[in-house]
């Protein structure tokens, strides 16, 4: 399916709604409420469809500009990689839960832990 035209069908619109986000599972139909992505994954992931929206609002679809040093100085990563893999590790520690298979929620959980404490250091005791 393709960005969003005016020539598509109510068909072709519902389909293009329920299509969502492998790691954090938001629908287009979500973000076309909401007006933000879930994650950095959406990105790639409704890439068809919000390319023709990012060039109509910034008139270009690649960042011509400086990376705001906060991201740096608070211990976060360089890249948005490893943010996707700790978004999709709560996804699955959510579904483990739900399931109730919580040793693989356990081991999810302290994945999850050990990223955090070594972009933000451990927690305050």
């Known amino acids: ?3 969003l035209g005016v020539g598509q069908t109510a068909d072709e619109l519902a389909a293009l709604d329920q299509k969502a986000c492998d790691m954090c599972g938001i629908t287009f139909f979500e973000f076309r409420n909401q007006g933000r992505l879930g994650c950095p994954h959406d990105y790639v992931h409704f890439e068809k469809e919000l390319e023709p929206l ?3 609002i910034h008139g270009a679809t690649t960042h011509t500009g400086r ?3 906060r991201a740096a100085a608070a211990g976060l990563p360089e890249g948005t990689d490893e943010l996707t893999g ?3 590790l709560r996804r ?3 579904d483990a839960i ?3 298979d919580y040793e693989n929620a356990k081991e999810d959980r302290d994945a999850i832990r050990a990223l955090e404490d070594r ?3 451990p ?3």
Do not use: H, V
Request: aromatic share 4%; glycine share 12%; hydrophobic share 40%.
């Open 54 to 56: 990012i060039a109509n």
């Open 92 to 94: 699955s520690m959510k």
């Open 98 to 100: 739900a399931c109730e």
């Open 123 to 125: 927690p305050p005791a």
């Open 67 to 69: 990376r705001p040093s």
């Open 86 to 88: 700790l978004i999709g």
């Open 119 to 121: 972009w933000l250091g």
């Open 1 to 3: 399916m393709g960005p």
